[in-house]
């Protein structure tokens, strides 16, 4: 059987630098309640010298919220200002769905 998510948890998010690549992971629900704890860890990531690619991984969210589509939205703006990519990894299939309905395709790299 596959990874188990549960979906009653708010977002967890961690934090790591790999060479040029800041790289942050969510696991639970991303909602409205939980996106200044993102965006303060993800402007932490773009802010650190080196960092050209801001990786998202999303292997482990099992919801992602209208509201935080506007944040990631706002997150690529930031980034390309920097001159860093943003780069949406690993969808679960219910994310993919969501990602998909909004094209976000065609705004952000989406690795499996």
Do not use: Y
């Not at 965006?39 to 932490?44: D, G, N, P, T, V």
């Not at 935080?68 to 969808?91: D, F, I, N, Y």
């Amino acid at each position: 059987m596959g990874s188990h998510i549960n979906l009653e948890v708010p977002v967890n998010c961690t934090t790591v630098i790999e060479g040029a690549t800041g790289i942050l992971r969510l696991e639970g629900r991303f909602t409205f309640e939980v996106s200044a704890d993102f965006k303060a860890q993800a402007s932490e990531l773009l802010d650190a010298p080196g960092v050209s690619e801001l990786h998202l991984d999303f292997k482990h969210l099992a919801h992602l919220e209208a509201s935080a589509l506007g944040v990631l939205l706002l997150l690529r703006e930031q980034a390309e200002a920097k001159g860093t990519r943003v780069v949406l990894l690993s969808p679960t299939s219910a994310v993919r769905v969501t990602l998909d309905e909004v094209q976000f395709g065609k705004l952000f790299e989406i690795r499996n």
